[in-house]
């Protein structure tokens, strides 16, 4: 993955990446040699055993208060407090997943105990007993109302494992 914010993303602070490879070789990429997608860093088949970061130099109280005022935004506008897998959609060019969910009117949408955050549109909170069916079942429901309405096909940003 390529994890990310609006602040950045890994691919900021990659400086290499060491992953063996399916015949059990190990490689060092440079991150030049990687390509970096949206939430995504497309790499050979194999499995990444390091990383090494290039952070960037900074000033200590600079980097707190960066730090402080970020978490404070992510408590105010994400359902922290409740069970969740984080962010459903992959925002759309020059658009946000959220806005598209919130401007349709489906916060608060549910499906048994699956439901489309209040606080944040892009998040789907367990009000108690959901299912994996009752995700998914929502998910699909919230990209059919959202292509209907918007004209926007949402792509997933979580990884369905298995079956529902």
Not at 47 to 62: D, K, N, S
Not at 73 to 87: E, T
Request: glycine share 10%; charged share 25%.
């Amino acid at each position: 993955m390529n994890a990310g914010t609006r602040l950045g993303e890994m691919k900021d602070a990659v400086k290499a990446v060491r992953l063996v490879t399916m015949k059990g070789e190990v490689r060092d990429l440079p991150a030049t040699s990687i390509t970096f997608r949206y939430r995504r860093a497309c790499l050979p088949k194999g499995i990444v055993v390091g990383v090494w970061l290039q952070l960037r130099p900074g000033v200590r109280a600079e980097i707190a208060r960066v730090v402080k005022d970020y978490l404070h935004y992510r408590k105010d506008s994400q359902p922290l407090a409740m069970p969740s897998a984080g962010c459903v959609f992959k925002n759309p060019p020059q658009d946000s997943a959220g806005r598209l969910l919130e401007a349709a009117g489906l916060k608060g949408m549910r499906i048994g105990d699956a439901e489309v955050s209040t606080k944040h549109g892009n998040f789907i909170v367990n009000r108690g007993h959901a299912s994996a069916a009752d995700v998914i079942a929502l998910i699909q429901k919230i990209r059919r109302m959202i292509k209907q309405k918007a004209g926007v096909r949402l792509d997933l940003e979580l990884k369905v494992v298995g079956e529902a």
